[in-house]
T-cell receptor, first 113, second 112 residues
Framework: GDSVTQMEGPVTLSEEAFLTINCTYTATGYPSLFWYVQYPGEGLQLLLKATKADDKGSNKGFEATYRKETTSFHLEKGSVQVSDSAVYFCALIPYYNTDKLIFGTGTRLQVFP | DARVTQTPRHKVTEMGQEVTMRCQPILGHNTVFWYRQTMMQGLELLAYFRNRAPLDDSGMPKDRFSAEMPDATLATLKIQPSEPRDSAVYFC??????????FGQGTRLTVV
């Protein structure tokens, strides 16, 4: 079945460092792809999304590009802040079952001043 | 500002007791999801509904868990009897078919 694989965490960075969190997927056809963020003690919030190949989602300085050829949707940010410390989840909606939202295991990001 | 509302936010109960968690999805959303989050297992999909009909509850322990949508404004998740291994944060999320889901703040359940 369709699935999402994320890099193991935690990712530990200093403030203003460049961030990459890897996400690859296994899916039939063209799923929709998402990044969610979970701050401590809160629910998941949608960060960005892309619904077709080569689309770039962006929000709050974060970006991710839907790469069909490498089945990837890596999350990037040019300069992280302490306030970006959170858990980041990659997710997909399969094209054949648009009611189902499938999540990766999450990657914890810790940013230090 | 539309949001998914979950109650209670925190629940501590004794083993063997019934627990009911409630969720008010965003008005107009036709899909509702229940997830469980633990440190060991991460985020697990328990069940989901479309237009109030259960589509998949294969992630739930059938003998003790049940999920229902008595109407379009209320989804419930019940555990009877509860066990310590059920301790987790339970999230409800709602959305429309094919688009992202919006999550509630979660119910933190502790079974002692």
């Amino acid at each position: 079945g369709d699935s999402v694989t994320q890099m193991e965490g935690p990712v530990t960075l200093s403030e203003e460092a460049f961030l990459t969190i890897n996400c690859t997927y296994t899916a039939t056809g063209y799923p929709s792809l998402f990044w969610y963020v979970q701050y401590p003690g809160e629910g998941l919030q949608l960060l960005l999304k892309a619904t077709k190949a080569d689309d770039k989602g962006s929000n709050k300085g974060f970006e991710a590009t839907y790469r069909k050829e490498t089945t990837s949707f890596h999350l990037e940010k040019g300069s992280v802040q302490v306030s970006d410390s959170a858990v980041y989840f990659c997710a997909l909606i399969p094209y054949y079952n648009t009611d189902k939202l499938i999540f990766g295991t999450g990657t914890r990001l810790q940013v230090f001043p | 500002d539309a949001r998914v509302t979950q109650t209670p936010r925190h629940k501590v109960t004794e083993m063997g007791q019934e627990v009911t968690m409630r969720c008010q999805p965003i008005l107009g959303h036709n899909t509702v999801f229940w997830y469980r989050q633990t440190m060991m297992q991460g985020l697990e999909l328990l069940a989901y509904f479309r237009n109030r009909a259960p589509l998949d509850d294969s992630g739930m322990p059938k003998d003790r868990f049940s999920a229902e949508m008595p109407d379009a404004t209320l989804a419930t998740l019940k555990i009877q009897p509860s066990e310590p291994r059920d301790s987790a944060v339970y999230f409800c999320a709602s959305g429309t078919t094919g688009t992202e889901a919006f999550f509630g703040q979660g119910t933190r359940l502790t079974v002692v």
